[in-house]
């Protein structure tokens, strides 16, 4: 988490998981005087991690009558050019091709059987990956960073709703 004054980094803090996020929240705000606006990364990412961090956003857009803004997560490197690529679960990767520091197209799901001409296909130097890959073992797990989607405006969206790669899966009791 994030607050910044005029595109300067104010306050900068880390939280594990859900629970960690509304306290976190909580106790920052409450030395601020007012925020002109949220931006929050909506994915990819956890189907649960994603939800709560948009309702807390929009919760406190809500108390604090500021705007709020979701980003691409996959935006939150520092580097301009660079390919992001995570577990999608179920024999899939999510791979994001960030060119200039924007997005072109949204991620999307490549089999994991052809992850490898995928990223040969990208033509990129930079390679991130969110979590350890087995198919990857040289490339280094680095979690995108909230300090990085600030000045990202051009990505910017109404906040909504997170990224979703698939449709949700449920399953059934037997």
């Known amino acids: 988490m994030v607050l ?17 996020l509304a ?21 990819p990412g956890s189907y649960t991690g994603l939800r709560v961090a948009v309702a807390t956003a929009l919760g406190m857009k809500l108390a604090l009558g500021c705007r ?42 490549v089999p994991r059987a052809e992850i490898g001409a995928e990223i040969s296909k990208a033509n990129l130097e930079r390679i991130f990956v969110t979590s350890p ?11 995108p960073h909230a300090r990085y989607l600030v000045g990202r405006d051009e990505s910017y969206v109404d906040l909504h709703e997170p990224i979703y ?3 949700p899966h ?4 037997k």
């Open 4 to 20: 910044t004054r005029d595109r300067s980094l104010v306050v900068e803090k880390s939280f594990q998981g859900s629970a960690e």
């Open 23 to 43: 306290s976190l929240a909580d106790a920052t705000i409450k030395g601020i005087d007012r925020l002109d606006e949220i931006v929050v990364g909506i994915g």
């Open 133 to 143: 890959i087995p198919e990857l073992p040289e490339v280094e797990v680095v979690l």
């Open 68 to 109: 709020s803004f979701g980003c691409p997560s996959v935006l939150g490197y520092s580097e301009e050019n660079y390919l992001v690529i995570g577990d999608a679960r179920r024999g899939a990767f999510f791979l994001a091709e960030i060119r200039a520091g924007k997005l072109p197209r949204l991620p999307r799901l």
């Open 170 to 173: 449920i399953t059934w009791p």
């Open 165 to 167: 790669l698939k449709e």
